[in-house]
């Protein structure tokens, strides 16, 4: 995540990856604060996708290198919004 830059007072952080059972595809879970951001940085990471792939190239000695695909969690939005249900009751 160092390798790409996005605007100032977000926080991108890859909280894990599940990959396919032969490896060819890998999707990268992130979390985003402000969870608001995280559609912009969806759309900055599938821009660079490409730039991203060719750093795994050449960092990991896996063969073939997985396909990646990001995918933002919404676990703290959804907590976010429980808390809010629980305190209004």
């Known amino acids: ?3 790409i830059e996005f605007p100032s007072g977000i ?3 890859v909280l894990g990856v ?3 059972d032969d490896y060819k595809q ?3 879970i992130i ?3 402000p969870f608001e951001k ?3 940085v969806l759309e900055i990471l599938n821009k660079n996708i490409y730039h991203v792939q060719q750093i795994l190239n050449k960092k990991l000695r896996m063969r073939p290198v997985p396909k990646i695909f990001f995918r933002a969690d919404a676990t703290e939005e959804n907590a976010g919004k ?3 249900l629980l305190k209004n009751d």
């Open 1 to 3: 995540m160092r390798e």
């Open 11 to 13: 926080l991108v952080t």
């Open 18 to 20: 599940k990959s396919t």
């Open 26 to 28: 890998a999707r990268v």
């Open 31 to 33: 979390s985003v604060f």
């Open 38 to 40: 995280s559609e912009l």
């Open 82 to 84: 429980v808390e809010i």
